[in-house]
């Protein structure tokens, strides 16, 4: 059987940035991955992100938290995060290494008022209160993605 072989040279950087050659490539470049998440154009803020992520199935609320800032949202009163959501993340990684496993980025904590799940990245936090102990398929990677892409919202 006859088959044609063609050979795909690598895409670089030079070809990506010409690819994205409008007004605010920058912000596009950007934004690549979370608009990859949320399967939108739009450009990102950490509030944006933040009502984006209370709108993901089984989500009741969220805070973000970059080195900088930390911006909360939630569908109600009750699901919202304490304000000292930033503190978590000091407190989960010396638990972390209490537990020894000091490596650990996502944390699921049960209580007797709810689900908490946390996600760390770097100096990045997402951290969510949900409606049932479980995720939804595909939710908990996009948690993920999003605690890995909110450091390029910083400026």
């Known amino acids: 059987a006859d088959f044609q072989v063609e050979t795909v040279s690598p895409v670089n950087d030079e070809m990506l940035e010409m690819g994205a050659m409008q007004e605010d490539s920058d912000i596009s470049l950007r934004d690549l991955e979370l608009r990859a998440i949320f399967s939108t154009d739009e450009n990102f803020t950490l509030s944006a992100v933040a009502q984006k992520v209370v709108g993901l199935e089984g989500v009741e609320g969220c805070a973000l ?91």
Not at 71 to 78: D, G, I, L, W, Y
Not at 85 to 96: D, F, H, Q, S, V
Not at 120 to 143: A, I, M, Q, W, Y
């Open 65 to 155: 938290a970059t080195k900088t800032k930390l911006v909360q949202a939630s569908k109600t009163e009750q699901s919202r995060l304490g304000s000292e959501a930033r503190e978590m993340i000091g407190t989960i990684r010396n638990l972390a290494k209490l537990t020894g496993l000091p490596e650990a980025r996502s944390f699921t904590l049960h209580t007797d008022r709810g689900t908490v799940s946390i996600f760390l990245e770097g100096d990045c936090c997402v951290t969510v209160n949900h409606s049932s102990s479980e995720f939804r398929p595909g939710v908990k990677e996009k948690l993920i993605l999003i605690a890995r892409s909110i450091h390029k919202l910083e400026d």
